[in-house]
């Protein structure tokens, strides 16, 4: 499969240069280990403060602050400072895996394991003779904190919408262990892609 080859050389490559989030670097090797099936993009989930020109004009924005760990006060304070224009939004978002599946067959697999695995925004769609499985959670906060350089909110509510920001980072991150344990079963039903093998190989 020659976007398979093509996938796996990009993510090995990121991983080299430090590009992908550590806590998902196994969880992806496995994944792409598995005959029939590979990642693109995805993420181990992330919070952060974000400042949108425009609501919804996302291709303009930009990040002030992005972790993929639990946000800390300070840290928020900090990246708050270099806000100039646009609105201001605190966003929490859990992780997300981009599947793609050389068969139907597969693809059922694959949303089954994310459905199964507590990833209830799991969706799939055709994508011309393969299918592509988004593995989403429902952990989804955005709350705006002001616009234009001026921050609205006091530190209290600030403080308030960081915990619950990280108590929804580390929810969705929390079912991470169960999505590795069925794609452990999967690979065991479909057994170990040759190409990733001696891919890997080359690489680590």
Request: aromatic share 8%; glycine share 6%; with cysteine.
């Amino acid at each position: 499969m020659k976007a398979k080859r093509e996938a796996l050389i990009s993510l090995f490559q990121a991983i080299e240069r430090g590009e992908v989030d550590n806590d998902i670097i196994d969880l992806l090797l496995l994944i792409n280990s598995i005959k029939g099936i590979y990642t693109t993009s995805s993420c181990s989930g992330r919070i952060g403060i974000l400042e949108e020109p425009a609501l919804g004009a996302k291709p303009l924005s930009r990040w002030l602050i992005k972790v993929h760990r639990p946000l800390k006060f300070e840290e928020a304070k900090e990246a708050l400072k270099r806000a100039e224009s646009g609105i201001i939004f605190l966003k929490s978002q859990p992780p997300i895996f981009h599947v793609v599946a050389e068969d139907l067959e597969k693809a059922i697999a694959v949303h089954e394991i994310g459905l199964a695995s507590g990833f209830k925004y799991t969706t799939f769609k055709a994508i011309s003779s393969r299918y592509l499985v988004e593995i989403n959670g429902t952990e989804y906060l955005t709350t705006p904190l002001g616009r234009d350089g001026k921050i609205l909110v006091d530190d209290e509510y600030l403080e308030f919408a960081i915990d619950i920001g990280n108590k929804m980072l580390e929810r969705g991150k929390s079912r991470l262990p169960r999505l590795y344990k069925n794609f452990e079963k999967l690979k065991d039903e479909l057994g170990e892609d040759p190409l990733f093998k001696n891919l890997s190989k080359a690489k680590f």
